[in-house]
């Protein structure tokens, strides 16, 4: 059974691009959220989405997008990049609906590493 | 507001050393869920245990062992006998059930374990 697949693992980028991460959840898996990894604010919560819709939105700017396809995949686009928002980007699906995925738990992928310089 | 706290940035052991991670949480939540996740070099996160706020039952599974205490938010980790295969960075993390899914992830201890 294949995992969360995200796509790229690696990914440079120059300051004032944009960038979009892809993520592939595990099949039939229709929860899908994204995370942010620095190491100076760790693990901090993006969006989640559930059935092509946001269910939930951490505290990010509007520069943070991301949207869900009818196949449960996702994608996070981020706009105007700042040397910042150089992290790994982590991706988790889960079986669930928002509101139950907690009895399910998460599976994460590898992520994707973003470098702005 | 939520948050975890997971004092110890840096452990290292010796191979064969029993070793604890300590992890505090605070939540207004009556139902909440806790977890534990391992963070090896190659990036994912792997999941090792959820645990919801009304059991407060210790659980072991091989090497590994949980103690969760609701009077002192506590969710600690204890790896027996360690081994070099342990060495990874571990994350707690907390929900609560109005959260959807949303997890709020302490800041990591890195383990060392050395032969």
Same mark, same amino acid.
Request: charged share 15%; with cysteine.
């Given at each position: 059974?294949?995992?969360?697949?995200?796509?790229?693992?690696?990914?440079?980028?120059?300051?004032?691009?944009?960038?979009?991460?892809?993520?592939?959840?595990?099949?039939?898996?229709?929860?899908?959220?994204?995370?942010?990894?620095?190491?100076?604010?760790?693990?901090?919560?993006?969006?989640?989405?559930?059935?092509?819709?946001?269910?939930?939105?951490?505290?990010?700017?509007?520069?943070?997008?991301?949207?869900?396809?009818?196949?449960?995949?996702?994608?996070?686009?981020?706009?105007?990049?700042?040397?910042?928002?150089?992290?790994?980007?982590?991706?988790?699906?889960?079986?669930?609906?928002?509101?139950?995925?907690?009895?399910?738990?998460?599976?994460?992928?590898?992520?994707?590493?973003?470098?702005?310089? | 507001?939520?948050?975890?706290?997971?004092?110890?940035?840096?452990?290292?052991?010796?191979?064969?050393? *029993?070793?604890?991670? *300590?992890?505090?949480?605070?939540?207004? *939540?009556?139902?909440?869920?806790? @977890?534990?996740?391992?963070?090896?070099?190659?990036?994912?996160?792997?999941?090792?245990?959820?645990?919801?706020?009304?059991?407060?039952?210790?659980?072991?599974?091989?090497?590994?062992?949980?103690?969760?205490?609701?009077?002192?938010?506590?969710?600690?980790?204890?790896?027996?006998?360690?081994?070099?295969? *342990?060495?990874?960075?571990? @994350?707690?993390?907390?929900?609560?059930?109005?959260?959807?899914?949303?997890?709020?992830?302490?800041?990591?201890?890195?383990?060392?374990?050395?032969?």
């Amino acid at each position: 059974k294949a995992g969360v697949t995200q796509t790229p693992r690696y990914l440079i980028k120059t300051r004032g691009q944009q960038v979009t991460l892809s993520c592939s959840p595990i099949s039939g898996h229709r929860s899908v959220s994204w995370y942010q990894q620095t190491p100076g604010q760790g693990l901090q919560f993006l969006f989640e989405y559930f059935s092509e819709t946001q269910r939930n939105k951490g505290n990010f700017p509007g520069r943070f997008s991301g949207r869900q396809f009818s196949n449960s995949r996702s994608e996070m686009n981020v706009s105007t990049l700042e040397l910042g928002d150089s992290a790994l980007y982590l991706c988790a699906s889960s079986l669930s609906p928002p509101g139950q995925s907690l009895n399910y738990g998460y599976t994460f992928g590898s992520g994707t590493r973003l470098t702005v310089v | 507001a939520q948050k975890v706290t997971q004092a110890q940035t840096e452990i290292s052991v010796v191979e064969k050393e *029993d070793v604890t991670l *300590d992890c505090v949480y605070e939540t207004r *939540d009556t139902t909440y869920y806790l @977890f534990w996740y391992k963070q090896p070099p190659s990036g994912e996160l792997v999941f090792l245990i959820r645990r919801n706020s009304f059991d407060e039952q210790n659980e072991i599974s091989g090497r590994y062992s949980w103690n969760f205490q609701k009077s002192t938010s506590s969710f600690n980790f204890t790896i027996t006998a360690s081994q070099v295969v *342990d060495s990874a960075v571990y @994350f707690c993390a907390l929900s609560g059930s109005n959260q959807g899914g949303k997890l709020i992830f302490g800041q990591g201890t890195e383990l060392s374990v050395k032969p």
